[in-house]
């Protein structure tokens, strides 16, 4: 009787340990769908998240997929009818400074250039970062993983808030900048940007950079570790054609750029990468 008892319970438990995980797969799907449109298409749904283990990656539900069978299924919309303010909230247990530059990076890698940020806060649990731009469309959730993916980051979880609010959970355990490393015994060049040059330079002692006759550069150089934590800061306030410069022992990445504008820097710059750490 007790044996009896104790299987029945194995099977009840197993069982309904199924249904929460319907109900969790369920929930998902209407939270990016309004109801008529869940309700309408509810068969169809049934037939295109079969099997529903596919759309569970570690035990939990993989939110890009989801949205993404839904969107390429013609259920789940992303333009608007008109340019709409689009509010976008990431989430991260990552640190602040590392996080916000490989969301800028990565939105500007899909073409999201003109945004505000709207709020950030830091608490003990994670960091928030929310924004918002003028947009004819909400963000791609598979496009921004795949653009993600490139600095080592990936997406939990995506909350639909409303067609033009999205929260997107960010997982950057394994992050990294999305930069050219240098090696040792390396030339390259950079190209006149409006932007500030980063690189890897963990692999390399020492760098020496050229700037051509026609520069006015002002090199305005920071260091920084692994997180982003900022160890050294160079300014030099009168115009260098060429500087040298020993790496910290301990940095990873290295900003390039001018103390005063960018525009200073009308050539390239050419770099010589010596020294293997």
């Known amino acids: 009787m007790v044996k009896f008892l104790l299987g029945f319970i194995l099977i009840f438990s197993f069982l309904n340990a199924e249904d929460v995980s319907e109900n969790l797969l369920t929930l998902k799907i209407k939270s990016f769908l309004d109801e008529d449109t869940y ?10 998240f079969d099997p529903e283990s596919a759309f569970y990656e570690n035990r939990r539900i993989n939110s890009v997929k989801v949205a993404q069978t839904l969107k390429e299924n013609g259920l789940l919309k992303l ?19 590392f996080f916000v530059k490989i ?14 940020t709207r709020a950030s806060n830091l608490d003990a649990s994670e960091f928030t970062w929310n924004i918002s731009l003028t947009s004819e469309y909400a963000t791609d959730p598979l496009v921004l993983e795949q653009e993600l993916q490139k600095s080592g980051c990936k997406i939990t979880d995506i909350e639909r808030n409303s067609p033009y609010e999205w ?22 060049r950079l190209k006149r940007s409006l932007y500030a040059h980063w690189l890897n330079v963990s692999k390399i002692k020492k760098l020496n950079i050229s700037s ?21 800061v160079i300014r030099e306030d009168k115009i260098y054609h060429y500087i040298k410069l020993d790496i910290p022992q ?24 010596q020294g293997v750490k």
Do not use: C
């Open 79 to 97: 333009f608007f009818t008109s340019p709409r303010e689009l509010k976008l909230n990431f989430k991260t247990r990552g640190t602040p400074l």
């Open 103 to 116: 969301m800028g990076d990565t939105l500007r890698n899909i073409s999201y250039y003109r945004y505000v």
């Open 39 to 48: 309700n309408e298409n509810s068969e169809f749904i049934n037939v295109i």
């Open 212 to 232: 051509s006759r026609r520069n006015r550069w002002y090199p305005y150089i920071s260091y920084y570790d692994a997180s982003l934590h900022l160890l050294k």
């Open 167 to 188: 929260t997107y959970v960010i997982d950057m355990d394994n992050a990294y900048l999305d930069i050219e490393v240098l090696t040792s015994r390396e030339d390259i």
């Open 250 to 273: 301990n940095a990873k990445y290295m900003k390039i750029s001018d103390l005063y504008t960018m525009k200073n820097i009308r050539d390239e710059l050419k770099l010589q990468a």
